[in-house]
């Protein structure tokens, strides 16, 4: 049985939020609000290879139904975040920072002390809520995503989160 965090803030438009270890059974529904999220999505195999090489999959629930998910790769002390949704009728009501805020308390659980990620220049709003943690641009990578009119850069960006940034 895999351990379940419970953020019940009061401040919030739904139900409290549960966060819990993704499971091979959960990646339709994974996979069903990536297809909904992204323009070029991940496929189930994608999450199902995430899985099973040992990255740290998260589920966000809302209740009884998936709303989110974060997938990290952790090599010594950097934690990679290389995919993070909430679905699309659960956006803009603060999910995504609380989330947010447990991927980088798990990140710092596990001794890391960078946490790194990508994002589109044309990714406003995940733009705006990864500038509002603290994330600085760290490079650019050129041609990196597929995109409807040849590739579109990505932004590198990167998060102190060591003890001592607390
Ligand atoms: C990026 C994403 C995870 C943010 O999740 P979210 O639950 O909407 O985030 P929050 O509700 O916590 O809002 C974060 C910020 O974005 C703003 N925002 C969210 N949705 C918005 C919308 N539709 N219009 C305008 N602003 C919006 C919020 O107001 C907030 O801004 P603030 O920090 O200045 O207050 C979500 O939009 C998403 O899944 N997008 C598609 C997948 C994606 O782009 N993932 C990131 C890849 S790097």
């Keep these: 049985m895999s351990a379940i965090f419970v953020d019940a803030s009061a401040d919030f438009l739904l139900p409290p939020l549960s966060f819990r270890a993704m499971r091979d059974d959960d990646i339709a529904a994974v996979a069903f609000i990536e297809r ?3 323009v070029f ?3 189930a195999g994608n999450f199902r290879d995430s899985l099973l090489s040992g990255y740290q999959c998260w589920g966000c629930w809302a209740d009884d ?3 989110g998910y974060a997938i990290i790769l952790v090599s010594l002390d950097e934690a990679h975040l ?3 949704a909430v679905s699309c009728g659960c956006q ?3 999910v995504g920072a609380r989330f947010l805020t447990f991927v980088i308390n798990e990140a710092r659980r596990m001794c890391c ?3 790194y990620l990508e994002v589109r220049p044309s990714n406003i709003i995940g733009r705006r809520l990864y500038a509002r ?3 600085h641009q760290l490079g650019l990578r050129r041609n990196y995503y597929p995109a409807t009119t040849g590739r579109e850069d990505a932004l590198f960006l990167g998060l102190n989160i060591s003890p001592q940034k607390l």
Excluded: A
Aim: a negative charge.
């Design 36 to 38: 909904d999220v992204y």
């Design 41 to 43: 999505p991940w496929s």
């Design 65 to 67: 139904e998936l709303i």
């Design 82 to 84: 290389l995919n993070f």
């Design 92 to 94: 803009n009501q603060g």
């Design 113 to 115: 002390e960078m946490l």
């Design 133 to 135: 943690f603290g994330f």
